[in-house]
């Protein structure tokens, strides 16, 4: 099975800074793909940022990008010129590739609550 | 733009009644899920479920749990006997088509409260 790991509880980042969140994985799997979430205080599951495994190519959303290391199974997302409105729970998730038959759920990490100090 | 919507907003109920959750996915979505949040924890995948039937379950679908889509455009998740356990976000997701590389779209939540 696989799992993610977020192994910062909270991290803080004074407005207009840069900030990066961290985030493993572990699977067997050579094609996946993976993701970060932004949940703010509304609790509303809002996609940043999207990975396939099979690009080299590092993922890049306006201020959000990522650092994806596959063979180190690493997938951190940098926030650039942080804003307030950035502040929210971040979630990092897995997701196979494959036929829908067999779910293709999303697997979350534990997350991160980003803190933005003005 | 097209969006999953989620119907009740908060729910309260006592330990051991039924609740139903509703969900409306995007209209032409085919795939549908349900996630569970407990307050404070990860988002745990709880069912997935294509051409009316369940896909995939997690361990934590046990037999109080049951999924529908009774007409055509809802989508809901049944609770039978409610545990304290239970409370926690509820989301429903969606799913336009076959390819794995479609995104999910996910509803506001139900905050379901158990007493």
């Known amino acids: 099975a696989q799992t993610v790991t977020q192994s910062q509880p909270e991290m803080s980042v004074q407005e207009a800074e840069t900030v990066t969140l961290s985030c493993t994985y572990d699977?067997?799997?050579?094609?996946?793909?993976l993701f970060w979430y932004k949940q703010p205080p509304s609790r509303q599951m809002i996609l940043v940022i999207r990975?396939?495994?099979?690009?080299?190519q590092n993922a890049t959303e306006n201020r959000f990008s990522v650092n994806f290391q596959k063979a180190a199974k690493s997938f951190s997302l940098k926030i650039s010129d942080s804003q307030l409105g950035d502040a929210a729970m971040y979630f990092c998730?897995?997701?196979?590739?494959?036929?829908?038959?067999?779910?293709?759920?999303?697997?979350f990490g534990a997350g991160t609550i980003l803190r933005v100090k003005s | 733009e097209p969006e999953v919507t989620q119907t009740p907003s908060h729910q309260v109920t006592q330990m051991g009644q039924e609740v139903i959750l509703r969900c409306v996915p995007i209209?032409?979505?085919?795939?549908f899920y349900w996630y569970r949040q407990i307050l404070g924890q990860k988002v745990e995948f709880l069912v997935s479920?294509?051409?009316?039937?369940?896909?995939?379950k997690s361990e934590i679908f046990d037999d109080q749990f049951s999924v529908e889509r009774p007409d055509g455009s809802n989508f809901t998740l049944k609770i039978r006997s409610t545990k304290l356990e239970d409370s926690a976000m509820y989301f429903c997701?969606?799913?336009?088509?076959?390819?794995?590389?479609?995104?999910?779209?996910f509803g506001p939540g139900t905050r379901l409260t158990v007493t």
């Open positions: 997701a969606s799913k336009v088509g076959t390819s794995d590389s479609y995104e999910q779209y």
């Open positions: 699977t067997s799997e050579s094609d996946y793909y």
């Open positions: 990975q396939e495994a099979y690009k080299q």
């Open positions: 998730a897995y997701r196979s590739a494959g036929w829908v038959e067999y779910g293709n759920k999303l697997v």
């Open positions: 209209s032409n979505h085919l795939y």
């Open positions: 479920f294509y051409n009316n039937e369940i896909s995939e």
